[in-house]
């Protein structure tokens, strides 16, 4: 009776935080110009207004390119913050994680605004709002790709490492010859977050950019403030189905990456068979020699 009855309460959790982004997708086909739920009828020509005009899809695409490169760069400060965190002492280790963790602590509308200001002072006139954006990101990001990144260098072998080191090879060819083949699936995943939450962010948007280039989250958000427009649903129907999307790759990853985790495994277990076999003989021998 309990196990069925948390069944249900889980089906209900799920349903509330479902429900309102399942509307999402029959509003975008409303046949009427205004968001009437349900829909009198179906149509998708809201769909062909949204990839006909240039600010929406110029949104669209803003919004995908700063996802990508803030995401690249997170997946840079951080794996390079883990790896640092790992040489350091435990007291500077103490120090410099509490100064990475700040973005996750710090409410985004004061990091906005603050970043706002730094635009304006101390960056020159003319600067990219697209630039801005991504660096934004990428320092909002990071600390989940830092703690993804350190989670995954817990299972790193590096006595490999060391012994690639002894061999010769310098610092930064041991890490890409034996340490970033067993931490990739940490990489691409942690990549795949980052760029989800570039892609939703909405707050920094508004602070750093104009009416003429803002994110697709900024554009929507600016859009059914004054007006029920149609085109809000379309967008975000987009959006949902990016997500999906993003959510299937991260999937992907996290089971190919089980796989190759498990195959490696049973080679290095069959490895040591004939190793543990020569040594129970050899144990053998002499406890008959005895």
């Not at 730094?118 to 697209?130: A, D, F, I, N, R």
């Not at 007006?227 to 999307?245: D, E, H, I, K, T």
């Amino acid at each position: 009776m309990t196990r069925v009855l948390l069944w249900i309460f889980s089906a209900l959790v799920c349903l509330y935080l479902l429900l309102p982004a399942a509307v999402v997708i029959p509003l975008s086909f409303n046949s009427s110009p205004f968001l009437q739920f349900p829909p009198p009828g179906y149509t998708t020509k809201w769909y062909e207004q949204f990839f006909a005009d240039p600010s929406w899809t110029g949104s669209l695409f803003m919004s995908f390119r700063v996802g990508s490169m803030s995401a690249l760069l997170s997946i840079v400060l951080g794996a390079t913050a883990a790896y640092f965190l790992l040489r350091a002492g435990r007291k500077t280790e103490r120090y410099v994680d509490t100064a990475l963790a700040l973005p996750l602590v710090v409410p985004i509308v004061v990091f906005a605004a603050g970043l706002y200001f730094v635009k304006l002072v101390y960056l020159p006139q003319g600067t990219s709002p697209e630039l801005v954006l991504v660096l934004a990101h990428g320092v909002m990001t990071m600390p989940y790709v830092l703690l993804y990144i350190r989670a995954a260098f817990s299972q790193v072998n590096w006595q490999l490492e060391r012994a690639a080191r002894n061999a010769g090879a310098s610092g930064v060819r041991a890490f890409a010859d034996v340490v970033l083949p067993q931490i990739w699936p940490a990489l691409a995943a942690s990549g795949v977050l980052a760029f989800v939450l570039s892609l939703d962010e909405t707050v920094i948007s508004m602070f750093v950019t104009d009416g003429s280039t803002r994110t697709l989250p900024a554009r929507m958000f600016s859009s059914i403030s004054y007006q029920l427009n149609p085109l809000v649903p379309v967008a975000a129907a987009v959006m949902l189905g990016s997500m999906a999307a993003l959510g299937i790759l991260y999937l992907v990853i996290r089971i190919v990456a089980n796989r190759l985790k498990n195959t490696q495994q049973s080679h290095a277990a069959r490895a040591t068979e004939p190793e543990n076999s020569t040594r129970e003989i050899a144990i053998s021998k002499v406890v008959e020699g005895s």
